[in-house]
């Protein structure tokens, strides 16, 4: 499902207009971008859990050369599926 396919299913679901859904979703991705950005984690429960987490720096191998390298410490988002989307995933 691409982001206008889900922007009509959500406008069909709700009763909305799909220029409002699209609004809602456009704030969604704003917040929880902020939300991730500043470290807070975002919970939907049931759902999922989206947090921002943190890679040590770590010692690495060039595939190619096979000299080491160091990797510099960096964050990232870790998103954690929930109880009714690993159902959903499951055919449940």
Known sequence: MNRSELITAVAERS???QSDAD???AAFG???L???AKGD???LPGL???ERVERAARTGRNPR???TLEIAASFGAKL???SKLKAAAAGS
Do not use: I, P
Request: no cysteine.
């Open 15 to 17: 009763g909305v207009s």
């Open 23 to 25: 609004s809602v979703l």
């Open 30 to 32: 704003d917040v929880l």
């Open 34 to 36: 902020e939300a991730v």
């Open 41 to 43: 984690a975002v919970k």
């Open 48 to 50: 999922m859990t989206v």
């Open 65 to 67: 050369t096979g000299e």
């Open 80 to 82: 954690t599926a929930g």
